[in-house]
């Protein structure tokens, strides 16, 4: 039945239901609503895209796409929703003060131009822009990494509605049709280093999560997905972090799960009480959390390596304790990349580097133990599977293509001419990969 419905073209099914809310449960597995995808495990349950490509095979459309962001589009039926920040002209005098100066390893300088917040809807037949917004154009007040952008967090939408995060700029939302229905500012964020914001908002049911780690002043906050009005604001003990929540149900409770450079926690939904935590992990949290529906993983691999293993079932903070499910220190974990959770198979990337790490989920046993893929130097972009597949594409445009299993078995390398740091995102027999210039629909059909 799930080969007869990719057949028939699963972008066409859900763009035919497009409006009904009742059915997102079923609409959110043939689209890719989030950032990790419809079970934020970075899996596509009825995907099955091709395994080969290049710039002139399997290339159903490519569209440069204006501005510069390293933000992973989502998808919604026929439309694909993206933003960037595109830099203008228009420039501000900075105070000559010394004080004023930004210090940081990367010599990461106070931006002088206006830059416009762009969010977007592509075409998914034909690459076609079919609106573009201006949520807000200012003057960024801190700079960002090299390597990333002023636009780095994934929108999300529930069938209704788009909810995008400019961080410092903004959160705002619009119906599909690109109409802006509220906005909210939350304030001006203080970043490690000053490499930049990049945590994607949540929505659930009626409520939008946003989670705001920075060095001044951290909090996680629920926001009415109606109106944007405050439900209610948990302050948070934490440094920057980059990771996207992730909200799970739980024998009748519904769990707020955050990565955090000091610990992991689980807040109430309903509330903002904290469920539970757990310490351990290591400077710049990134990875987001996947979960099994029974335990939470979270990792990162900045400056040491964390990796535990939680039961949703935890309440109070377990710290050390043997209510952990198991726990590794070992190398291996990722800096940026998120996990790919594909059954009982947890996969990662070392740091930032194409070494490739999978353990059985139930157990924390290695199946592949940092083995070197071959072709992959560098990577940001989280992996993502599909059809007992996993698709890895490194920063310089190489994509690997790899079975599901106990061993290493590429079936295939694809390259592309663009560099990405954005991840892929699977609906239907297609891959969307979004380039530094250009965002393509990889199909065979």
């Not at 501000?92 to 131009?113: G, H, S, V, Y």
């Not at 509605?161 to 802006?180: A, E, K």
């Not at 409520?207 to 604001?233: C, M, P, R, Y």
């Amino acid at each position: 039945m799930k080969r007869i419905a990719l057949s028939l073209g699963l972008w066409f099914v859900a763009a035919v239901a497009w409006g009904a809310s009742d059915d997102f449960p079923t609409l959110k597995l043939q689209n890719w609503h989030q950032w990790r995808g419809p079970l934020a495990t970075g899996v596509a349950p009825l995907g099955n895209p091709p395994t080969t490509w290049d710039e002139n095979t399997n290339i159903k459309w490519k569209a440069k796409i204006p501005g510069k962001s390293t933000a992973t589009p989502i998808v919604w039926g026929d439309q694909i929703f993206l933003i960037t920040a595109i830099k203008t002209d228009r420039q501000i005098e900075l105070p000559p003060a010394a004080a004023d100066a930004p210090k940081n390893p990367f010599n990461i300088q106070r931006p002088k131009n206006f830059y416009q917040f762009v969010v977007m809807s592509v075409d998914r037949r034909t690459g076609e822009t079919r609106w573009q917004q201006i949520a807000k154009e200012e003057v960024p007040h801190e700079g960002h990494h090299p390597d990333g952008s002023f636009a780095s967090a994934s929108a999300m939408t529930d069938g209704k509605q788009i909810y995008v995060s400019f961080g410092s700029r903004g959160v705002y939302c619009y119906d599909l049709q690109g109409n802006q229905k509220w906005s909210r500012d939350l304030g001006k964020m203080t970043i490690y280093n000053s490499f930049g914001e990049g945590t994607s908002p949540v929505v659930h049911g009626d409520s939008v999560i946003v989670n705001w780690d920075h060095q001044g002043g951290s909090f996680i906050t629920l926001l009415d997905a109606t109106t944007g009005e405050t439900k209610w604001k948990v302050d948070r003990e934490e440094n920057t972090s980059w990771a996207t929540p992730l909200v799970m149900d739980h024998n009748g409770r519904t769990q707020v799960i955050v990565n955090g450079t000091k610990r992991v926690r689980s807040y109430d939904l309903n509330s903002g009480e904290v469920i539970w935590e757990c310490g351990g992990q290591v400077l710049a949290a990134i990875p987001c959390p996947v979960s099994d529906g029974q335990l939470a993983f979270a990792m990162t691999g900045y400056t040491g390596n964390a990796l535990y293993a939680i039961p949703l079932d935890s309440t109070g903070d377990i710290t050390d304790t043997d209510k952990i499910a198991w726990k590794r220190k070992d190398p291996g974990t990722p800096y940026v990349p998120s996990p790919l959770l594909y059954g009982d198979l947890l996969y990662f990337t070392g740091s930032n580097r194409g070494i490739l790490s999978c353990l059985n989920a139930k157990t924390g046993e290695p199946v592949i133990d940092r083995k070197r893929l071959e072709g992959i130097a560098n990577i940001y972009a989280s992996p993502v599977g599909a059809a007992d597949r996993i698709y890895l594409t490194s920063r310089d445009g190489t994509t690997l293509v790899i079975k599901k299993g106990p061993e290493l078995e590429i079936l295939s390398t694809n390259k592309l001419d663009d560099g990405f740091e954005a991840s892929g995102v699977i609906v239907g027999s297609q891959i969307f990969l979004r380039g530094r210039e250009n965002l393509y629909c990889i199909s065979a059909e």
